[in-house]
């Protein structure tokens, strides 16, 4: 059974930077098929993706606005995905769901294509 827990997230200043982490089991980084990714939330909007790591070649996708200021990340020993993000601005400010889902493809544009999900991480970026 595949879990996925999230971490890292807080209070942090505008143009700020953080770390969120995604610990996950029920598979191995690297050598099994799944995308790994960053979806947010902001109140009263819809669930939008982020980031995404494939786990069996170790590559990542981001959406086009995304570019620049997010990084992903992985540590093989620890099972775990990271995704930094520089420059917070308070339009970053929502809740941070990691996903996964058994398949190569990352899907950024269709959270329904997910099936696995955290419980999510609060990041607000407020001064």
């Known amino acids: 059974q595949v879990q996925l827990v999230e971490s890292g997230g807080g209070l942090v200043q505008p143009g700020g930077s953080l770390r969120l982490s995604c610990a996950a089991s029920?598979?191995?980084?690297?050598?099994?098929?799944?995308?790994i990714s960053w979806f947010r939330q902001a109140p009263g909007k819809e669930r939008e993706g982020v980031s995404c790591?494939?786990?069996?070649?170790?590559?990542?996708a981001f959406t086009d606005s995304e570019k620049g200021r997010f990084t992903m990340s992985k540590d093989n020993d620890k099972n775990t995905v990271y995704l930094q993000i520089t420059n917070l601005n308070p339009e970053d400010t929502a809740t941070y769901y990691c996903?996964?889902?058994?398949?190569?493809?990352?899907?950024?544009?269709?959270?329904?294509?997910?099936?696995?999900w955290g419980q999510g991480t609060q990041v607000t970026v407020s001064s």
């Open positions: 996903a996964a889902r058994r398949d190569y493809n990352c899907l950024l544009s269709a959270a329904a294509a997910y099936n696995m």
């Open positions: 029920g598979f191995t980084l690297g050598l099994d098929v799944y995308a």
């Open positions: 790591f494939r786990s069996s070649d170790g590559s990542t």
